[in-house]
C-alpha cells in the first residue's frame, strides 16, 4: 500500500474536487417504509424529505458534485426510474447512468459502478452513498470523505461511520478497532467487526461502551481493491460484473447485459465486502458526528424535520396545508387537501392522492408490513 | 283537557296511521361536530350515519310515515335545501315543505309548522322529531308516540325520554315527577324540570338517581297547545310565526314571509316551551328505552356503528376501502382511496374529497371549535 496520493485538484476560495476520486450513487430500493410516499414509481430518494425544496437524490449530488466534480459521479438505477433520475440530474452524461434491468443489491449495483470505472481508469477510487440519505452538514462531510479517500488510496477499504446519538436499532453497527496510521486520515481507526441491527438491549450496550459506530452504508475503496475483495466470496458475481463491464462501452452491452445480469447473486455488499474486510483487517473507519440519517421510516423523517424536537407537528409537501389543534408528528401530503388535526400526539399522516397512511411514530416501522400485504394481496395498484 | 280520543284509522295487520296526528321533521342545523363530513351544503341529515343505505333523514321518514300516513309528515328545512330534502322524500307534497330563507332555531321552525298546521287543521296534534337522530327500533319509537299522543290529547305538552345508559354529558336531562293518569298513556310521568347538559359529576347523580331521562328533543303537543304555551314567554314570536302562518297558503306568502322571518327571535323550544311548561306542570313525559342516538359527534358514530363494543373499528362510506392493523375508532371516507391505519386506537378518521380529519373519540367533540376556527379564517370553502 502507498501512503497518501491525494492532492487537489486546482485552487481557489471554492473546495475543488478531489483527484482520482469518483462518486457513485447507487439508487435503488423503493423505501417500502415510507408507503404511501414512496412507490415503486416514484421511490424514496425522488421526494423531498427534507424540505429544502429538492429532492433527496439532488441533495446527493449537490454534496458530492464539490468533491468528485459534476463529470465525476455515476449513478446506479432502475431504467423504470431513468426519465426522473435524468431529470433531477441534467449534469448526468449518458456515461454515468447505469440502467438495471432487475434490482440485485448493492454488490452487483457498485460492484458493476465499480468494474466498468476501473475499466476506464484503472487505480480510480470510488465512493459510494446513497441517494437517500440525508446529510446535515456538507463541509463535515466532505472532511470525512477525504480521509477516507486517503485511506482508500493506501489500499483499505474505508467506510464512514457514525457517531450514534442513540441506541438506534435500525441500523447497524462498527466494531472499532485502534487507530490506522495513514498521511491525510488522522481520525481513521481500523474496524474489527460489522454488526447487524442489534436488540435494544444490545444496542444500548454498543453505545455505552463507545467503540461502536452507525454503518451509514457509505464506502471508499479503490476501485480494483472493492472488486478484489468482493471476488474472494463472491467470485461469481465479480466474474459476471466483469463480463458486464468489459462489454459496457461497446456494442454488445445489451446482450450481455441481457445474458448476465438476471443470475447475478443478491447480497448487500456490507455481507460480501465489508464483514469479510474487517475479518481480513483490510477495512478502516473515518468517524464522524456530522447530522446524518437514513430517514428509514416516518418517526425518522418526523424527527429529522423537528429536529429531534417532542411535541412538534412537521409538515412536509409543498402544498400541505394543515389546522392542527394540541396534536403532534408529522403530516406528509401530496393532495392539497386541507388536513385537521385535534388532540393526537406523535401521529403520522400521509396523504396521497391514492391512498392514506395513518399511524403513530411509535409503530412507523410496522409500514413495511402493509406494503408486504399489499404486495400479498394483489393490490400494486397502490404500491 | 279531555280525555283520550285517540283512534286507529282503518284495520289490518300492519300498523295504521293515528288520528289527527301530524309529524313534524325540523331538518335544520349543519351538524358541525361532524365536519368535515356535514357540510353547510350536505348537513348531517343528509348523510347515511348508519349504514343503512339510505340517509338519516329518509329513515326518520320511514319511521314517522307509519305512524301519521305519508300525506301528514311537514319538513322544515333551509331554502338551499330543498332539492336534496326533495330528492330524498319524492312523496312530500309541497303543502308539507316549509322552507327557512335563514335558520331561526327550533321555536320558529316548529312553532310556524304548529301554526300552519292548526290554521289548516284546528285540533291537530304534532310531533316534533329532528331529521338526524338515529332510532333503533320503530316499534318501540311507535309505541312510544301513541302514549305521547294521548298525553297531548289530553291538553299536555308531551315529550319523550329516554332511558340514560351512561352519565353522558351532550345531552339535556329531563326530571321526571309521579304518574300522570291519562287513559292511553300508562307510563307517562309529569316533568318538574328540564336540566341543561350537566357535568360529569352531576350527569352520574342523575343517572344513578334513577330519576332523570335523556332529552331528545321530542315533542308532541295539540299545536293550539304549543303555540299557547309558546305565546306565553315569546308573544312577539308567536304573533309573527301566526302573521306568516295566516298568509302561508295564500297569495302573499313570500311578502309576508321575507318581512317577518328575519326578525323573528332565534331561541330553542326547549326554552321557550319546555322548560316554562315543566315549571306550569303541563308537560309530561313518556319513558322510552328504545336505542337512541343524537348522533352528536365521531365518538358516537362511532360508538353506534360499533354497538359500543371497544377495540373495533367502524367503516362508513360506501367506496371505503380500510386496510388496520391493531386499530379501532371509526372510518368515514367519501373518497375510495385507501386507508391504512397501523397500531391507532380510538382513532376517527373522515376523509372527504377536500378535507381530512384525524382526530380521537377522546377529542371528538372539539371538532365543532375546529370548524369555529375555519368560518373566523374565512376558510368557508370547506365548511
Redesign the interface.
Given at each position: 500500500m502507498t501512503d497518501s496520493g491525494i492532492s487537489w485538484r486546482g485552487r481557489g476560495t471554492e473546495p475543488e474536487a478531489v483527484d482520482r476520486f469518483y462518486s457513485v450513487i447507487p439508487a435503488g430500493g423503493i423505501g417500502s417504509r415510507l408507503w404511501?410516499l414512496s412507490r415503486a414509481s416514484a421511490p424514496k430518494f425522488l421526494h423531498d424529505l427534507t424540505g429544502s425544496g429538492q429532492t433527496i437524490l439532488r441533495d446527493t449530488w449537490n454534496r458530492l458534485a464539490p468533491i468528485s466534480g459534476t463529470d465525476r459521479i455515476m449513478v446506479v438505477t432502475g431504467r423504470a426510474h431513468r426519465a426522473a433520475v435524468e431529470a433531477q440530474l441534467p449534469e448526468l452524461s449518458d456515461a454515468n447512468i447505469v440502467l438495471e434491468s432487475e434490482g440485485k443489491d448493492s454488490s452487483a449495483a457498485i460492484g458493476l459502478a465499480a468494474a466498468i470505472l476501473e475499466k476506464r481508469e484503472p487505480g480510480v477510487i470510488i465512493g459510494s452513498f446513497a441517494a437517500d440519505h440525508v446529510v446535515g452538514d456538507n463541509r463535515r462531510f466532505r472532511q470525512a470523505v477525504i480521509e477516507a479517500v486517503a485511506l482508500a488510496d493506501a489500499g483499505y477499504i474505508a467506510t464512514i461511520g457514525m457517531q450514534p446519538t442513540e441506541p438506534a436499532i435500525a441500523f447497524g453497527y462498527i466494531h472499532c478497532g485502534g487507530p490506522v496510521t495513514i498521511a491525510g486520515a488522522p481520525s481513521a481507526l481500523s474496524v474489527t467487526g460489522f454488526v447487524e441491527k442489534p436488540s435494544l438491549e444490545i444496542a444500548k450496550e454498543y453505545v455505552d461502551s463507545g467503540s461502536y459506530l452507525w454503518n451509514a452504508g457509505m464506502f471508499i475503496a479503490r476501485a480494483d481493491r472493492l472488486l478484489e475483495q468482493l471476488g474472494k466470496t463472491q467470485p461469481r458475481l465479480l466474474a459476471g460484473l466483469r463480463e458486464i463491464a468489459d462489454a459496457w462501452d461497446g456494442p454488445d452491452r445489451g446482450a450481455v447485459v441481457d445474458r448476465v445480469w438476471p443470475g447475478l447473486t443478491k447480497i448487500a455488499i456490507d455481507y460480501s465486502v465489508a464483514e469479510p474486510s474487517a475479518k481480513e483487517g483490510v477495512l478502516a473507519v473515518v468517524p464522524a458526528d456530522f447530522p446524518w440519517d437514513d430517514v428509514g421510516d416516518f418517526a425518522s423523517l418526523a424527527k429529522l424535520q423537528s429536529g429531534g424536537r417532542k411535541n412538534e407537528l412537521a409538515i412536509l409537501g409543498e402544498h400541505t396545508r394543515v389546522?392542527a389543534?394540541?396534536s403532534s408528528g408529522i403530516v406528509v401530503s401530496e393532495t392539497g387537501?386541507?388536513?385537521?388535526?385535534?388532540?393526537?400526539e406523535g401521529?403520522v399522516?400521509v396523504?396521497t392522492?391514492?391512498?392514506?397512511?395513518?399511524?403513530?411514530s411509535?409503530?412507523a416501522q410496522?409500514?413495511k408490513?402493509?406494503v408486504d400485504?399489499?404486495k400479498l394481496s394483489g393490490?400494486t395498484d397502490?404500491l
Amino acid at each position: 500500500m502507498t501512503d497518501s496520493g491525494i492532492s487537489w485538484r486546482g485552487r481557489g476560495t471554492e473546495p475543488e474536487a478531489v483527484d482520482r476520486f469518483y462518486s457513485v450513487i447507487p439508487a435503488g430500493g423503493i423505501g417500502s417504509r415510507l408507503w404511501p410516499l414512496s412507490r415503486a414509481s416514484a421511490p424514496k430518494f425522488l421526494h423531498d424529505l427534507t424540505g429544502s425544496g429538492q429532492t433527496i437524490l439532488r441533495d446527493t449530488w449537490n454534496r458530492l458534485a464539490p468533491i468528485s466534480g459534476t463529470d465525476r459521479i455515476m449513478v446506479v438505477t432502475g431504467r423504470a426510474h431513468r426519465a426522473a433520475v435524468e431529470a433531477q440530474l441534467p449534469e448526468l452524461s449518458d456515461a454515468n447512468i447505469v440502467l438495471e434491468s432487475e434490482g440485485k443489491d448493492s454488490s452487483a449495483a457498485i460492484g458493476l459502478a465499480a468494474a466498468i470505472l476501473e475499466k476506464r481508469e484503472p487505480g480510480v477510487i470510488i465512493g459510494s452513498f446513497a441517494a437517500d440519505h440525508v446529510v446535515g452538514d456538507n463541509r463535515r462531510f466532505r472532511q470525512a470523505v477525504i480521509e477516507a479517500v486517503a485511506l482508500a488510496d493506501a489500499g483499505y477499504i474505508a467506510t464512514i461511520g457514525m457517531q450514534p446519538t442513540e441506541p438506534a436499532i435500525a441500523f447497524g453497527y462498527i466494531h472499532c478497532g485502534g487507530p490506522v496510521t495513514i498521511a491525510g486520515a488522522p481520525s481513521a481507526l481500523s474496524v474489527t467487526g460489522f454488526v447487524e441491527k442489534p436488540s435494544l438491549e444490545i444496542a444500548k450496550e454498543y453505545v455505552d461502551s463507545g467503540s461502536y459506530l452507525w454503518n451509514a452504508g457509505m464506502f471508499i475503496a479503490r476501485a480494483d481493491r472493492l472488486l478484489e475483495q468482493l471476488g474472494k466470496t463472491q467470485p461469481r458475481l465479480l466474474a459476471g460484473l466483469r463480463e458486464i463491464a468489459d462489454a459496457w462501452d461497446g456494442p454488445d452491452r445489451g446482450a450481455v447485459v441481457d445474458r448476465v445480469w438476471p443470475g447475478l447473486t443478491k447480497i448487500a455488499i456490507d455481507y460480501s465486502v465489508a464483514e469479510p474486510s474487517a475479518k481480513e483487517g483490510v477495512l478502516a473507519v473515518v468517524p464522524a458526528d456530522f447530522p446524518w440519517d437514513d430517514v428509514g421510516d416516518f418517526a425518522s423523517l418526523a424527527k429529522l424535520q423537528s429536529g429531534g424536537r417532542k411535541n412538534e407537528l412537521a409538515i412536509l409537501g409543498e402544498h400541505t396545508r394543515v389546522l392542527a389543534d394540541s396534536s403532534s408528528g408529522i403530516v406528509v401530503s401530496e393532495t392539497g387537501r386541507l388536513i385537521t388535526l385535534i388532540g393526537v400526539e406523535g401521529i403520522v399522516v400521509v396523504d396521497t392522492p391514492d391512498a392514506l397512511l395513518v399511524t403513530t411514530s411509535e409503530h412507523a416501522q410496522r409500514v413495511k408490513s402493509v406494503v408486504d400485504a399489499l404486495k400479498l394481496s394483489g393490490r400494486t395498484d397502490v404500491l
